[in-house]
């Protein structure tokens, strides 16, 4: 008498599915391989957040409504750029820095923090009449 095996369910299906998102970590835009990884993504964008709130790198004006929008925006696109910069320069960073591979979402976070004052020395450097603000 054969025995015929146990069929798969749903629930096993479904791990397999997220075990094989989990272990895909670089992003993709359109078909193309960015090269980033959505932890270090991360770990950048909360170290921007960080440097906008405690560190006040992108100040506010004053209290109208228009101001508040205009700063609101300029933050998101501070912490947007920061977490990209974070994102492309971190494997670059531990390479210099010579810390080794389990340092890279504090790595992250440290160049997603310090990215806005680099990003905006870089365009002062290389576009003169950029003003801040």
């Not at 095996?5 to 895909?24: C, D, K, N, R």
């Not at 193309?32 to 770990?43: E, F, K, Q, S």
Request: hydrophobic letters at 55%; a neutral charge; aromatic letters at 8%.
């Amino acid at each position: 008498m054969q025995m015929m095996p146990e069929p798969t369910t749903t629930t096993a299906a479904v791990a397999t599915f997220a075990g094989a998102a989990v272990s895909t970590s670089a992003l993709t835009a359109f078909g193309v391989p960015l090269g980033l990884h959505a932890d270090v993504l991360l770990a950048g964008f909360f170290g921007s957040l960080v440097s906008i709130i405690l560190l006040n790198t992108v100040p506010g004006g004053t209290d109208t409504w228009q101001e508040l929008l205009r700063t609101s925006v300029r933050r998101l696109a501070v912490a947007w750029a920061s977490s990209i910069t974070a994102g492309y320069l971190t494997p670059l960073a531990l390479l210099v820095a010579n810390v080794p591979q389990p340092g890279l979402l504090s790595m992250a976070f440290l160049v997603g923090a310090g990215a806005q004052r680099v990003l905006v020395a870089w365009l002062r450097r290389y576009w003169p009449e950029a003003q801040e603000g």
